[in-house]
């Protein structure tokens, strides 16, 4: 054992005493900032974006920056969101057929080298792997950015007949890509997320299973996170390394710039035929399969905050929250008893129906309770002073419009499984709102140059198709093609850069 | 794009015409190889039985080996076991006030090196990640062999009050420890697992929470997967590099071999020492925190295949299994349609009280069906004919004892339920047996030496406390101390290796 805690020499004694004046130190240190805490607020929304997006994240204690640069750790109640993401989502890909694996986390070199775009696509942004215990590899791994490689070299053996077909395999795990500019939760060097993998007998298939998954993603986004969902094909050059064809999901952020929330891959043959991954036909024939891959990651978290919140924190959809009522009793010294024999009953009566936090601490004020609850985003508070207990009456109060209700005891029981679903529609409806706001269309170059430099949000406009256009937009406004929208909301016309006929109608943005 | 599928040169056309061949060739070896499948077995326990262990697993496809030495795949037949355990066991952590956070994968070499115990029982066979992109490290990052180090460094920042404890998190997560002989599920160099590590006021809350998860473990295992589990303290040797005290639930394997399932360390102040983890206190003394971490791995799912499988196969407890029972309709051309509809009846109604699968593929005979369900283990399977319609009732088949019984039809829901408990009991019961018949004890040292190499089985022993000793055992016998069991079963008399004075009475087993 190291720390024996007897001093056993001149200079432990002195490394020990020097010690002790440094936690003495740290302790004096430590009061001040604690105090400091309680004072130190939210930047607004409105003043900077950005510092609110942080400061929300890091007063709500959802994440750590790790000492890693781009690194961080999700603590319990950003991993809690996560969490309810993964449970809401895995219910889904099993509904539509899919079971989980898992795969090797480190890739050899050779296998992502096989498909040509996929490499090239990947290479530069992935930590290597190159000693295990004390022997150097000779071959060095590569930490998985994404798994398609590892999987289709699996595949390749697993798959034999159009019996094995279609195979519907999804996993959830850590990746690594190695990024240079991070922000918590939407960009960071690690981060975890689920990756799907399918095979299919024929083209239609594959494709049918990309829009299903695409379509499980958006349907998940609204129901669940009451966020609107943006569907649609990305051109191809914001296409995934070595697909056919992408699909996303877009949301817009209430700063006007767009977050691509989830994608689902046409994988077409491409790895098919470098993988090797055949079946033997019923006709005897021995064909490749056509493939999918689809994904949706701790991203969906940061889409969260930022669709959500304000400037008094995060709020959250009642059907995302761990909990989605608080009873906050108000405790005197005469009165203590009795209120707090109600809330428990409150809270074992509401408990059967809704996810309910009774918090009874008593170090806590009522009022630091408020805004603890508050700024964490639990959809309803539920107050309770020995007055309510009086008028046989309860202290509702909504956290997303901060309406205030006074509901008679006996109606609660059916008042707030309604009002949350309430609350949870309303939020959709606020976002859907705020994206059509922020949604503009048009022909003009000047003007839509002027929105994203001014306003962002979403800009609907025709495209000729080429590259060089879409390059274009990207250095005069750093927006780019959001998604190819599968309804044409308008008509196309000439392309909004060139004047030449238009291919596509397409929805511009500036993304994170 | 990179395969137009058009033939665009000579050497193109080349290429494209052995490419065929070559498929050709693949297409009819892998018709062999899939007749040969057919008739292939699973090699019989006694006769050799890690090639047993190895053949149960790759034929119900649980596991592929992975392209890197040491790594595997788990396949959805395996992970779906693993699914179970976390859903089984993050129900019981929950309840016991835990949350769930994540950390960072990579550990800077750094704070490995920390602790001096730590990092000597572990920098041997960590993975180094040395290149992030196209830049190399100038300090190389260890890929998480455990994470005591890196969550240290969070909670040093995490806790500053006594109102911040008790810190209760746990992890689900991969982690990598370079193996040098690996084997599936139970040691390979990637695996699967959650650690918690919790900080306390107190030394005794720690060790109350250490023996808390310890037991956790032992009624996980014994209630879900009908495993029973030995209790108890490592020796000095055998503890977690780091810890003041490690604790573990072994349990014996049908080769007589034992396997640590899984392990809970009181850390006492060690780390919170080195990494500075401390709380000011309500009587304003600032102090250092007191901490366990306890873990359990997908070694787990090793367990259950060696304790329950046999000869044809694995044979899962009720409460583990995907499926709890499987229908297999015995299917003409006369009755097809009236079977089918019975069955289909049948799975509804059972559906509603118990996890079935109706297996009515038609490309598949009826027997065939009944050899893959009993391979893979499903608990029960229900046989329907036409015979059995006329005659108002099912065939019911245990998968443990084999056990046939032909049950009226409308008997059949309120027999299922209680069946499952019994098999789930009595497989229990079975495992219990066959541990105490391999559980000896006594002071001769020869006779010892004989039974761990001609028999195996666990061995209660006196022991003085030496490490001598215990070195002495493992040179002549392999075998090791598995545990210190809390009950003494036995008095403890002199050492069984060196006849001195006893200080604690050991289980002795050659282990996994």
Redesign the interface.
Same mark, same amino acid.
């Given at each position: /054992?190291?720390?024996s805690g007897l001093p056993c020499g001149g200079s432990m004694v002195k490394q020990r005493r020097e010690r002790v004046k440094a936690?003495?130190k740290?302790?004096g240190e430590?009061?001040a900032?604690?105090n400091k805490e309680f004072v130190r607020e939210i930047t607004p929304k409105a003043e900077n974006y950005s510092q609110w997006y942080v400061d929300v994240i890091l007063k709500t204690k959802m994440m #750590?920056y %790790? @000492?890693?640069k781009g690194? /961080?750790?999700?603590? @319990?109640a950003g991993? %809690?969101l =996560?969490?309810k993401i993964q449970e809401l989502l895995d219910r889904r890909f099993k509904e539509t057929g899919h079971?989980?694996?898992?795969? @090797?986390?480190?890739i @050899?070199q050779e296998?992502l080298h096989k498909?040509?775009?996929h490499v090239e696509g990947f290479a *530069?942004?992935?930590? =290597?792997?190159?000693?295990?215990?004390?022997?150097v590899l000779t071959e *060095?791994?590569v930490?998985r950015p994404t798994s398609e490689a590892?999987i289709c #070299?699996?595949y390749s053996? =697993?798959i034999?007949?159009y019996?094995d077909l279609p195979l519907l395999?999804n996993q959830w795990?850590?990746v690594?890509r190695?990024e240079?500019s991070t922000r918590p939760f939407l960009r960071t060097?690690?981060f +975890?997320w689920q990756e799907g993998h399918t095979c299919h007998r024929t083209e239609e298939e594959a494709e049918e299973e990309t829009l299903r998954m695409l379509e499980v993603y958006r349907e998940f986004m609204e129901t669940e996170m009451a966020i609107p969902a943006l569907v649609g094909r990305k051109s191809e050059q914001e296409k995934f390394a070595g697909a +056919?064809r992408t699909y996303t999901v877009e949301a817009l952020m209430t700063d006007g710039r767009a977050l691509q929330s989830g994608t689902s891959h046409n994988l077409?043959?491409?790895f098919a035929?470098v993988f090797?991954i055949?079946y033997?036909d019923e006709d #005897?024939q021995?064909k490749y399969v056509w493939q999918t891959s689809w994904g949706v990651s701790t991203r969906l978290i940061g889409a969260l905050i930022m669709v959500h919140g304000d400037d008094r924190g995060l709020a959250l959809p009642p059907r995302m929250s761990t909990y989605q009522a608080v009873i906050v009793p108000i405790l005197t010294k005469k009165d203590r008893e009795r209120v707090l024999e109600s809330v428990r009953e409150l809270s074992r009566e509401l408990g059967s129906q809704v996810r309910v936090k009774l918090d009874d601490r008593e170090?806590y004020s009522p009022g630091w309770k408020y805004n603890e609850w508050e700024m964490r985003g639990i959809p309803l508070r539920i107050e309770v002073g020995p007055k309510d207990l009086d008028k046989n009456q309860v202290v509702v109060v909504r956290r997303d419009t901060g309406e205030k209700n006074f509901i008679p005891r006996e109606e609660l029981n059916s008042y707030i499984p309604g009002l949350l679903e309430q609350i949870q529609s309303d939020m959709l409806k606020r976002a859907l709102e705020f994206r059509e706001a922020n949604t503009r269309s048009g022909d003009d170059y000047e003007e839509f140059k002027r929105v994203m430099e001014e306003e962002r949000g979403l800009f609907l406009a025709s495209w000729c198709g080429e590259e060089e256009c879409e390059e274009k937009v990207k250095e005069d406004t750093r927006a780019t093609i959001r998604c190819i929208p599968f309804d044409r909301e308008i008509e196309h016309k000439n392309c909004l850069v060139c004047d030449k006929k238009a291919e596509e109608v397409v929805y511009f943005a500036r993304a994170y």
């Open positions: /054992m190291i720390f936690l003495e740290k302790a430590e009061k900032a604690r #750590d %790790a @000492p890693v690194f /961080m750790a999700i603590r @319990p991993f %809690a =996560w969490e079971e989980n694996a898992y795969f @090797p986390m480190f @050899p296998l498909e040509a775009e *530069p942004e992935v930590a =290597w792997v190159t000693k295990g215990g004390d022997e *060095p791994l930490v590892i #070299d699996f053996r =697993w034999q007949s019996r395999i795990c850590n690594v190695w240079k060097s690690e +975890l +056919l077409g043959q491409h035929k090797d055949t033997l #005897d021995l170090e």
